[in-house]
Nanobody, 126 residues
Framework: QVELVESGGGLVQAGGSLRLSCAAS????????MAWIRQAPGKEREFVAG????????YYVDSVKGRFTISRDNAKNTVYLQMNSLKPEDTAVYYC???????????????????WGQGTQVTVSS
């Protein structure tokens, strides 16, 4: 069983920054791509960013490119999302999720992830 625990969310003004962390339990963290997925009120879940198992490949939705950076530390079983220049439209619950298939390149969808965290709220005020 794998547990993912997010932290780092909060309330920030537009233009500000936040750093989300997702700590994973278990010994297989380094074998799987990880993703950050968000859900705003009344909207569908949206893939935000992903990193492959080694950390060498990253992917972003167009709306966050140049502002968000995903990274991972396999020694600490942790994936991060550095969010800069935040906008009100970034307001959402942010989830980290593990790809279902080991050693696959990043899964840029919102399905086929087998473990999810509980989510952390990010609120950006204008």
């Amino acid at each position: 069983q794998v547990e993912l625990v997010e932290s780092g969310g909060g309330l920030v003004q537009a233009g500000g920054s936040l750093r989300l962390s997702c700590a994973a339990s278990g010994r297989t963290f380094s074998s799987y791509a990880m993703a950050w997925i968000r859900q705003a009120p009344g909207k569908e879940r949206e893939f935000v960013a992903g990193v492959n198992w080694s950390g060498q490949s990253t992917y972003y939705v167009d709306s966050v490119k140049g502002r968000f950076t995903i990274s991972r530390d396999n020694a600490k079983n942790t994936v991060y999302l550095q969010m800069n220049s935040l906008k009100p439209e970034d307001t959402a619950v942010y989830y980290c999720a593990r790809d279902r298939v080991p050693y696959r390149e990043v899964n840029v969808g919102v399905i086929d992830h087998d473990y999810w965290g509980q989510g952390t709220q990010v609120t950006v005020s204008s």
